[in-house]
């Protein structure tokens, strides 16, 4: 597996457990919802930088 790949299966992780645990999507929306913006950012930075390692 490389490494992208496992960044996106972490990342879908992420957003099982916050789904499930944290309730990210409630209705009420408020600082909860920028985990989830966050989390999405580490995603990018995470993608970006195993794509550019891989091309090295």
């Known amino acids: 597996m490389n490494k992208s790949t496992i960044a996106v299966l972490i ?3 992420g957003l099982i457990f916050g789904a499930l645990v944290l309730d990210l ?3 009420e929306t408020g600082p909860k919802a920028f985990i989830g913006i966050a989390w999405t950012i580490i995603l990018l930075i995470a993608l970006f930088y ?3 390692y891989k091309n090295k």
């Open 25 to 27: 999507w409630s209705a």
């Open 50 to 52: 195993s794509e550019n």
């Open 11 to 13: 990342y879908i992780i």
